[in-house]
């Protein structure tokens, strides 16, 4: 069970149990590691811009595998969450749905 106490005057740890995936932020980018990017990702200026920048390199990556239109946007937001390695082993399209 992750039930970590986060604590932001912490760092690097900040109280959490690095063993699992942490979400920061506006976007929940994941670290999986401690990282002195946690201050900046609780801004709204830095998460939204590292959000941004994510979601550009996941649609690149959905361009690659082939998709277009709404199909590429889907397989990008399934990149968003799962990862670009996850979204090229989907075999199924309707995984995007």
Not at 42 to 50: G, P
Request: with cysteine; charged share 25%; proline share 4%.
């Amino acid at each position: 069970m992750n039930d970590d106490k986060f604590d932001i005057s912490k760092p690097p740890k900040y109280g959490l149990d690095w063993r699992f995936s942490h979400g920061f932020g506006l976007g929940q980018i994941t670290l999986k590691q401690p990282s002195n990017q946690i201050p900046q990702l609780l801004t709204i200026d830095y998460t939204l811009r590292r959000s941004a920048k994510l979601f550009k390199s996941n649609l690149s990556c959905a361009e690659k595998k082939g998709y277009t239109g709404e199909l590429k946007i889907r397989a990008a937001f399934y990149a968003y969450a799962t990862g670009c390695g996850a979204m090229q082993k989907v075999k199924n399209i309707q995984t995007f749905y």
